[in-house]
């Protein structure tokens, strides 16, 4: 495991995560909290399309292939692309534990540079929980879920009330997704209990 930093290490008093009981089940598809969000959406032509599985305990599989669109140097992915994908799947970690937060930190290691074309196979487990502090980790791999690892990282996220997005987002964007009518997709975006 990479050596984080110091506010990256969960304090004495931090508990285990606990998986909500109604969490989607192991195996099953998560589906986008938001359709225009560059990580996981359909409706961003040049975004990431990641796809979140539930796994078991407090742990998300998700697989993300690199699209020309995401080049930084001659047939590679961008470092900031790698980094947005580890962002969103452990960002979808909160939905099992129906938490809703945000990145406060995301250290990244880039361990092997990864071509246009390769799928990376990520997964993400949250490790511990103090307060409103969500500790997690990920790791994306190359060639299949069992391969080289590729790109990994660890992430502090903080709980936050709807309020942050309503009073931080842009006016149209919040009242178009708070008047979705996929209730699990408006859920997902804005509500800790559908
Ligand atoms: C249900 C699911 C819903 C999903 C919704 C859709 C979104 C998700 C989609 C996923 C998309 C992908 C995800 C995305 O892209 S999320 C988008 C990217 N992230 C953001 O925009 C977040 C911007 N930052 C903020 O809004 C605030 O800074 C936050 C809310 C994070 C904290 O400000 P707030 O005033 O509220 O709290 P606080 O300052 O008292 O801090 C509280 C505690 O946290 C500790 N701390 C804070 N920051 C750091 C840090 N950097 N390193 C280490 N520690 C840090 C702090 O020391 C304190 O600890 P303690 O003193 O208590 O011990």
Redesign the pocket.
Known sequence: MSGSSA??QP?ADAVKPVRHPDAPAPGELLGA??GA?F?CGSEQPHGLHLQARAGEGVSITAEFTVQPAHQGAPGLAHGGVLATAL??T???L??LL????????LETDFVRPVPVGATLYLEAEVTAV????IYSTATGRLDGPDGPVAVRADA???E?KVD??VE?GREAEIKAAMSDPDQTRR??????NP
Do not use: M, Q
Request: aromatic letters at 12%; glycine letters at 10%; proline letters at 3%.
């Open positions: 506010s990256l304090p909290h938001y969000c990580g962002d969103e452990l960002g979808s909160n939905w129906r938490t809703i937060a945000v990145t406060g930190r103090a307060g409103r502090k502090l996220f903080v936050v942050h997005f931080h859920a997902r975006a804005f509500e800790v």
